[in-house]
């Protein structure tokens, strides 16, 4: 079964930091790509950050421009995305995503990923 529990979202002070965190099954985590995206109201969804399993390649949306980093700890079976001089402009529903599609390099194309986490909440306060 795939399952994607984003968890660490919250209300932050513009110029500070939160860590997201996604808790994956075996079956998301051992194959294919995992990804940040995020959404807000009216928008389309926008993406973040992906991870690929396979020699762990990256890649970021043009708008991150170094201030997120996207990880993964194979041991936990965890992903995650580290959200730095956060802006008001970042407030939105975070998501996790999986590809279960192998890549060299992960996707950006939301019709991409198969499976999504539930979604979590950041605010950033100015």
């Known amino acids: 079964q795939v399952q994607l529990v984003e968890s660490g979202g919250g209300l932050v002070q513009a110029g500070g930091s939160l860590r997201l965190s996604c808790a994956t099954s075996?079956?998301?985590?051992?194959?294919?790509?995992l990804a940040w995206w995020r959404q807000t109201p009216g928008k389309e969804r926008e993406f973040i950050a992906a991870i690929s399993s396979l020699r762990d390649g990256t890649r970021y949306g043009p708008f991150v421009q170094g201030r997120f980093t996207i990880s993964r700890d194979i041991a936990q079976k965890m992903v995650y995305v580290q959200l730095n001089s956060l802006r008001p402009e970042d407030t939105a529903v975070y998501y996790c995503?999986?590809?279960?599609?192998?890549?060299?390099?992960?996707?950006?194309?939301?019709?991409?990923?198969?499976?999504w986490g539930q979604g979590i909440q950041v605010t950033v306060s100015s």
């Open positions: 075996e079956r998301t985590f051992s194959s294919g790509s």
């Open positions: 995503a999986a590809d279960s599609s192998s890549r060299w390099n992960p996707s950006s194309y939301v019709t991409d990923y198969d499976y």
